[in-house]
Nanobody
Framework: QVQLVESGGGLVQAGGSLRLSCLASGTIFSIATMGWYRQAPGKQREVVATISSGGSTNYADSVKGRFTITRDNAKNTVYLQMNSLKPEDTAVYSC????????WGQGTQVTVSS
């Protein structure tokens, strides 16, 4: 059974940094495209960043230059380094494994105070 467990969320002041982690189990992680999504209160979930099995990355325009997605296949983990955080980055961040069936983690709260 595929499981994704996020960690690293918390409360940070504007301008600060956080690094989120998503540990995957029950899947051949190295061949999976992974992604980070977020959902703010009252808003639809949106994609933040994705990374392919080969390491190609894509970012939402709102986070380009501030966030970096990476993966460590040896650790079955995908990361999201978030710098220069803004209050509008406040949301629940979830990781996703793309595939014939998509799998989601439970999410981790990120709160950025002004």
């Amino acid at each position: 059974q595929v499981q994704l467990v996020e960690s690293g969320g918390g409360l940070v002041q504007a301008g600060g940094s956080l690094r989120l982690s998503c540990l995957a189990s029950g899947t051949i992680f190295s061949i999976a495209t992974m992604g980070w999504y977020r959902q703010a209160p009252g808003k639809q979930r949106e994609v933040v960043a994705t990374i392919s099995s080969g390491g190609s990355t894509n970012y939402a325009d709102s986070v380009k230059g501030r966030f970096t997605i990476t993966r460590d296949n040896a650790k079955n983990t995908v990361y999201l380094q978030m710098n220069s955080l803004k209050p509008e980055d406040t949301a629940v961040y979830s990781c996703k494994r793309f595939g014939a069936r998509d799998y989601w983690g439970q999410g981790t709260q990120v709160t950025v105070s002004s």
